[in-house]
Nanobody
Framework: QVQLVESGGGLVQPGGSLRLTCAVS????????MGWYRQAPGKQHELVAA???????RYADSVKGRFTISRDNAKNTLDLQMNNLKPEDTALYYC???????????????WGQGTQVTVSS
């Protein structure tokens, strides 16, 4: 069974950058819909970026222009480049395989351990 392992989180000052990586323990080419979610304390999971095997991307309004999702089929990784980070980006970030229900994406697996991103001065 394919496993997803997130890494790359850390503590960064406002305006800084981080790159998250999701290592896929199988063939990422077979995963049609993938995305990065985040969960801030006391809040529900939020989809911040989605990527399809055909290269289509979608971003939450709050991260448009700052975050970039990318897939590397050769390395079996899904990355999230996060620039100009803000304190409100602080959350636990999760990589997820998804399915599409009408026009909405839904998580397809149970949540992994995630990687913590903290934006603070």
């Amino acid at each position: 069974q394919v496993q997803l392992v997130e890494s790359g989180g850390g503590l960064v000052q406002p305006g800084g950058s981080l790159r998250l990586t999701c290592a896929v323990s199988g063939d990422i080419f077979g995963l049609t819909y993938m995305g990065w979610y985040r969960q801030a304390p006391g809040k529900q999971h939020e989809l911040v970026a989605a990527n399809t095997q055909s290269g289509i991307t979608r971003y939450a309004d709050s991260v448009k222009g700052r975050f970039t999702i990318s897939r590397d089929n050769a390395k079996n990784t899904l990355d999230l480049q996060m620039n100009n980070l803000k304190p409100e980006d602080t959350a636990l970030y999760y990589c997820m395989e998804m399915r599409k229900n009408n026009s909405e994406y839904e998580p397809l697996r149970s949540w992994g351990q995630g990687t913590q991103v903290t934006v603070s001065s």
